[in-house]
């Protein structure tokens, strides 16, 4: 309906809902966009604001517009060479690029998503890049308990920012629960998310000493039909809630526990019509090489003039 649209993303949410659509979904790495003045780390460093668009000529100008850290922010990225417009203009280079579509928090991936994410790497090899089967070594358990984080930063937000408690019987299963077990995280549960993530940021930063993009698809499966994930269902905790999360969308939350920038490109449909997502990751700060290697593939292969079988024309 618009050529922009602004999202957050807290463990993939500009990522998965681009791959849904058929859009461009970029998440800006830690301290890339600013989440002040009222916040200086919105949900323990996870949670950043952006967008989705169509192209990635319009998430570079986005981000050119808005990547301009906050005074006072605590995170800062480093800035970039050029703009971010001109640098989808230019040639990034030979790259070592990793390719997995092995989930690191369980589940298994669609074959038609696991296609799509290899012909990218085929497609970024016929472009020059150097392409090889790797993924950073991560405790999938580990991205769970970081994500409490998350989880407890949401339901605090709710304590404390509304006049009066929210009446158990207006929420949705799992929002009560969340809640519920916001109240009785400890400090000691604290503490322990934040060396779980710690452990994930250091694997992943050992991983881009040695490579330069990180290609997965964006999620396991093809996108669901409306209540799937059953968000109102009362048997779920909000680690079970997390795990099913992730099960349709494995590769995602990973990155916001790290602090990396990732995008979701819409490079494959299923035999269906379905749109298939396709994940990029850099290192950090290296936001450039994201939408260099992006604007290559979108030139590869077009996504403009693909629409779903039934739209309004």
């Known amino acids: ?6 999202a957050n993303d807290a ?8 791959a849904s659509c058929g859009l461009v979904g970029l998440k800006p790495g830690l301290g890339r966009t600013p989440c002040g003045p009222m916040s200086g780390e919105t949900a323990f460093g996870q949670l950043v604001e952006f967008a989705v668009t169509r192209t990635v000529r319009d998430t570079a100008h986005l981000l050119d517009a808005v990547s301009a850290p906050a005074v006072g922010d605590k995170y800062q990225a480093p800035p970039p060479a050029r703009p971010y417009a001109e640098a989808i203009r230019t040639d ?7 390719l997995t579509t092995r989930p690191w928090t369980g589940g298994t991936v669609d074959p038609q998503v696991a296609d799509a994410a290899v012909t990218a790497g085929q497609v970024l090899e016929w472009i020059g890049h150097a392409v090889t089967e790797a993924g950073p070594d991560v405790d999938g358990d580990a991205v769970v308990e970081a994500a409490m984080l998350t989880v407890v930063t949401t339901g605090g937000a709710v304590l404390r920012g509304t006049p009066r408690r929210p009446d158990p019987a ?4 799992v929002s009560r629960r969340v809640l519920s ?17 710690n452990g994930v940021t250091r694997s992943v930063g050992r991983f881009f000493q040695e490579h330069d993009l990180l290609l997965t698809p964006t999620l396991g499966r093809l996108p669901a039909p409306h209540g799937t994930l059953k968000y109102d269902h009362d048997g779920h905790s909000a680690r079970s809630w997390l795990r099913r999360l992730f099960t349709y969308g494995p590769f995602t939350a990973t990155f916001n526990v790290s602090g990396n920038p990732a995008i979701s490109l819409p490079l494959g449909q299923s035999r269906e ?13 290296r936001e450039d090489l994201l939408l260099q290697v992006a604007a290559q593939l979108e030139q590869a292969v077009p996504w403009q003039d693909r629409t779903p079988q039934v739209y309004v024309g």
Not at 273 to 285: D, E, F, K, S, Y
Request: charged residues 15%; negative net charge; hydrophobic residues 45%.
């Open 11 to 18: 463990g993939g949410s500009i990522r998965v809902p681009a």
């Open 1 to 6: 309906a618009v050529p922009l649209a602004h």
């Open 92 to 98: 990034p280079g030979r790259l070592r690029i990793a």
């Open 170 to 173: 207006t929420l949705e299963g």
């Open 181 to 197: 077990e916001t109240e009785d995280f400890t400090l000691l549960d604290v503490m322990s998310a934040t060396e779980a993530q």
């Open 273 to 285: 019509g379905l749109p298939i997502g396709v994940q990029l990751v850099a290192a950090h700060g």
